[in-house]
């Protein structure tokens, strides 16, 4: 089976841009969450979305969105970027929502921002 | 807010070596526990996780970790670490209520020398 799949692997961008980060989650599973993760710093919580709607959102100024689809896949977009929002953006996915989740991850986007 | 601490940034140890690293979390109410593990190159991934019961939890690649309430730790051990124990290893901690997302903590890079 096909894990959590996210694209693209690699991403460079310059300040004041946009980018849009997609995640296909596990078949079957219907919660989507996303990370960021700063070089030597831990996976740091940003959404979470369970059957389309937003159910948590992290500590992250507005310009970071994000959207969960009919599928299940979902999109992060992060409006003006800032240099520091150079980090590597995991997806999650698990079967339910609920704190006692098993989280699935993909293997990140990589994002410079220049 | 919960939080969690990693002790150790960096740990080096001899093939056949004992490990333990620490894991502090701030929360007072009731808890889960996990211990993620990112080796080089791939996705993160879960070790073992506790939610209730016996406080001492078995894992894969024969990792376990002890839950010792009264000192807010969740401890990883192995009692004889192999080259492919290489890796970067998280600990993180969801409140047992609702839908709370993980906090993770900075992360322990374990380097296994031969």
């Known amino acids: 089976d096909a894990g959590v799949t996210q694209s693209p692997t690699h991403l460079i961008k310059t300040r004041g841009q946009h980018v849009t980060l997609r995640c296909s989650p596990i078949s079957g599973h219907k919660s989507v969450s996303w990370y960021q993760q700063v070089l030597g710093q831990g996976p740091q919580f940003i959404f979470q979305?369970?059957?389309?709607?937003?159910?948590g959102r992290g500590n992250f100024p507005d310009r970071f969105s994000a959207r969960q689809f009919p599928n299940y896949s979902s999109e992060l977009n992060v409006n003006a970027l800032l240099l520091g929002d150079s980090a590597l953006y995991l997806c999650a996915s698990s079967l339910w929502q609920g704190s006692g989740e098993k989280l699935f991850f993909g293997s990140g986007t990589q994002l410079s921002v220049l | 807010a919960q939080s969690v601490s990693q002790h150790n940034h960096h740990v080096i140890l001899s093939e056949a070596a004992s490990l333990e690293l620490g894991c502090n979390y701030s929360y007072g109410g009731t808890v889960n526990l996990f211990w993620y593990v990112q080796y080089p190159g791939q996705h993160l991934q879960l070790l073992l996780k506790y939610f209730s019961g016996d406080p001492l939890v078995k894992g894969i690649k024969g990792f376990e970790a002890e839950f010792i309430k009264s000192k807010f730790s969740f401890n990883l051990r192995k009692p004889s670490v192999q080259w492919s124990d290489t890796a970067e290893y998280f600990c993180?901690?969801?409140?047992?209520?609702?839908?709370?997302?993980?906090?993770f903590g900075k992360g322990t890079r374990l380097s296994v020398i031969a």
């Open positions: 993180a901690v969801n409140p047992n209520s609702g839908n709370t997302p993980l906090v």
């Open positions: 979305y369970y059957e389309k709607e937003e159910r």
